[in-house]
């Protein structure tokens, strides 16, 4: 059965450092990943997804995702945090014929 | 046109009501989805439609009936609810059918429910 696991509950990083969100998946076939993002009260806004090809993916708002066969990992990046990007943050994962799976969520906490 | 929109943004009903969810994109999608979330949790599929038929049940409480009136609406109609339901409920759309896996889906932006 496919899984998302992301280990973190909470990531806190400064403003103006980078960051990285993890998110390692299981999947048995070939991975489609995501992440979303979700600010208070509202609903998930996609950021970024892997289907295939180059490992580095870029996303909205400055945000890029590592994809890692051999790891099976896709942690997001962002260079240079802003304080803005505090939110809920959700890896998922979808192969063929199934729905998409998602990680319990990250709590980002950007502090000034 | 690039967004999901969900009505009522608020909903307070009582065990007894009948009441109803409604969603609807302009994107041309032909998937569609209802997600339950409970604070600070993952969104838990609750229906897919794809092209307009019932595709995924995830084992849902009759208590909850959709319903997909055509390619750009879907309702979630509620009735006998019970405390435990109350979540924010999030619907979502995707393009070209639940069947591709690598569309990314298209939340709205839910609707709280409060069930007393």
């Known amino acids: 059965a496919q899984s998302v696991a992301q280990p973190e509950d909470q990531v806190n990083v400064a403003e103006g450092n980078p960051l990285t969100v993890k998110c390692t998946y299981s999947v048995s076939g070939n991975p489609y990943l995501f992440w979303y993002v979700q600010y208070p009260n509202r609903g998930l806004q996609f950021l970024l997804k892997?289907?295939?090809?180059?490992?580095l993916v870029k996303g909205s708002y400055g945000f890029e995702a590592e994809f890692n066969k051999s790891q099976t990992s896709f942690h997001l990046k962002k260079p240079s945090a802003l304080v803005s990007d505090s939110a809920l943050y959700f890896c998922?994962?979808?192969?063929?014929?199934?729905?998409?799976?998602f990680g319990k969520g990250t709590t980002l906490s950007v502090s000034s | 046109d690039t967004e999901v929109t969900q009505t009522p943004k608020h909903l307070v009903m009582g065990m007894t009501n009948k009441k109803s969810l409604k969603c609807e994109q302009h994107m041309g999608h032909r998937a569609m989805y209802w997600y339950k979330q409970k604070a600070k949790k993952p969104p838990e599929l609750m229906f897919v439609y794809s092209y307009e038929k019932l595709s995924i049940n995830e084992s849902v409480p009759s208590r909850f009936s959709p319903e997909c009136p055509n390619s750009s609406l879907l309702n979630l109609h509620l009735h006998a609810l019970q405390p435990e339901d109350s979540a924010l409920y999030l619907c979502a759309s995707s393009q070209a059918g639940q069947v591709n896996p690598y569309n990314e889906q298209f939340f709205g932006p839910g609707t709280r429910l409060t069930v007393l």
């Open positions: 892997y289907i295939t090809g180059d490992n």
């Open positions: 998922a994962a979808r192969e063929a014929g199934t729905a998409l799976i």
